[in-house]
């Protein structure tokens, strides 16, 4: 089971750091990815990290503003959001892949989903 948290309202230019919990199962040498799905919109992809942390992936249109971080101790991954503006706007939900290697970037390669928290940006 996967649960996420730390969303909210902000405005343009603030942050947010979203966290995800995983429990009920052991979640260490997956893939772990946030995605996010706004009104209307398919559910795209955000950003990626390997079990070791050593390897991350990210969306061109996140790029240099978040931060996908975990902790495998506490079985959390985090994603840190600065600079935001009013289109990340969304219900960010994390997920899980078996995979151990391949930082996947579609809904289809991830098994395991938390969620969801909103985040709105104002501007």
């Known amino acids: 089971q996967l649960q996420a948290s730390g969303g909210g309202l902000v405005q343009a230019g603030g942050s947010l750091r979203l966290s995800c919990v995983a429990s009920?199962?052991?979640?260490?040498?997956?893939?772990m990815g946030w995605f996010r799905q706004a009104p209307g919109k398919e559910r795209e992809f955000v950003a990626a990290?390997?079990?070791?942390?050593?390897?991350?992936s990210y969306a061109d249109s996140v790029k240099g503003r978040f931060t996908i971080s975990r902790d495998n101790s506490k079985n959390t991954v985090y994603l840190q959001m600065n600079s935001l503006k009013p289109e990340d706007t969304a219900v960010y939900y994390c997920?899980?892949?078996?995979?151990?290697?391949?930082?996947?970037?579609?809904?289809?390669?991830?098994?395991?989903w938390g969620q969801g928290t909103q985040v709105t940006v104002s501007s």
């Open positions: 009920g199962h052991t979640f260490n040498y997956y893939v």
């Open positions: 990290i390997r079990w070791s942390g050593g390897s991350t």
């Open positions: 997920a899980a892949t078996r995979s151990r290697l391949r930082l996947g970037v579609l809904v289809s390669e991830y098994d395991y």
